[in-house]
Antibody, heavy 122, light 110 residues
């Protein structure tokens, strides 16, 4: 059974940093691309970042480019999102999801974690 | 980046059929596949349609997807509505290194 479990969310002051983790199980992690998607309170889904299976290709939404860094540890079946220079508008539930589509691009999320809440206060 | 436009809300009665649209104002909707996700209150999204019209394993055949090139839109149709279908529905596509979601449609089954 595919499982994705996020952790690392919490309360952080504006301008601060936070690192999210996503523990994967039930599939060969290194064979799949992964993404982060976030959802601000009462709002819709917003794609945040993508990483290829080997971790050599990364993409970011314009809203987080230069502040967030996606990475992965295939030996640990873990996905990460390092978030720096956080802003109030980054407040959201952050989901990790498995990308199961054409290789090399973020195109389809088939399994999602339950999410972790990040709250940025000023 | 492009935009995907969805109606804010739709409502229909149990047993009826409802269609949710997803329009791409600029660019060709058929150029990249469209996915649909269901999100029940308090839960993570789940994929109900991929590659325009394909259903993942376990999704009932009451859910179907289509593309209409004349209106440059994708549609999610749910037939035989059940109260458990009440949820937010998001369309999603992509272009290059960007994944784009529609704003979401709240489906009320009453």
């Amino acid at each position: 059974e595919v499982q994705l479990v996020e952790s690392g969310g919490g309360l952080v002051k504006s301008g601060g940093s936070l690192r999210l983790s996503c523990a994967a199980s039930g599939f060969i992690f290194s064979s799949f691309e992964m993404i982060w998607v976030r959802q601000a309170p009462g709002r819709g889904l917003e794609w945040v970042s993508y990483i290829s299976g080997r971790g050599s290709v990364m993409y970011y939404a314009d809203s987080v480019k230069g502040r967030f860094t996606i990475s992965r540890d295939n030996a640990q079946s873990s996905l990460y999102l390092q978030m720096n220079r956080l802003r109030a508008e980054d407040t959201a539930v952050y989901y990790c999801a498995r990308d199961f589509g054409r290789p090399g691009i973020p195109d389809r999320a088939d399994y999602w974690g339950q999410g972790t809440l990040v709250t940025v206060f000023s | 980046n492009f935009v995907l436009t969805q109606p804010h809300s739709v409502s229909e009665s149990p047993g009826k059929t409802v269609t949710i649209s997803c329009t791409r104002p600029s660019g060709n909707i058929a150029s990249k596949s469209v996915q649909w996700y269901q999100q029940r209150p308090g839960s993570a999204p789940t994929n109900v349609i991929y590659e325009d019209k394909e259903r993942p394993s376990g999704v009932p055949d009451r859910f179907s997807g289509s593309i209409d090139s004349s209106s440059n839109s994708a549609s999610l149709t749910i037939s035989g509505l059940k109260t458990e279908d009440e949820a937010d529905y998001y369309c999603q596509s992509y272009d290059g290194g960007n994944m784009v979601f529609g704003g979401g449609t709240k489906l009320t089954v009453l």
